[in-house]
């Protein structure tokens, strides 16, 4: 099976919602799995940007069991990060 294509921070946001709403417990709980606040679940389903792209991580990777790899690409002062999940 191969990777799926790789995910702006706006298509890692929709995934970890995604992931959220397939998990079978509150905030609370995948906040204690995680190890980490409630608010921070809390703002990684409903916003997007690097502030949110690790708890984002966390969560697909835990409810959907799979790897998260970030990918950065660095072009003179500029700086691309793609998302890559393997299923």
């Known amino acids: 099976m191969s990777a799926d294509s790789p995910l702006s921070t706006d298509g890692l946001q929709v995934k ?3 992931a959220f709403d397939r998990f079978r417990g509150s905030q609370e ?3 204690t799995i ?3 606040d409630r608010s921070a679940v809390s703002r990684a389903i409903r916003h997007t940007g ?3 792209a690790a708890v984002q991580s966390r969560i ?3 409810v ?3 790897p998260v790899q970030r990918q950065s690409t660095y072009m003179g002062s500029r700086v691309h990060h793609q998302w890559i999940i393997d299923p």
């Open 34 to 36: 995680l190890d980490i």
């Open 60 to 62: 697909i990777s835990y």
């Open 64 to 66: 959907d069991g799979v």
């Open 29 to 31: 709980a995948l906040a």
């Open 50 to 52: 690097m502030k949110h």
């Open 16 to 18: 970890a919602k995604q």
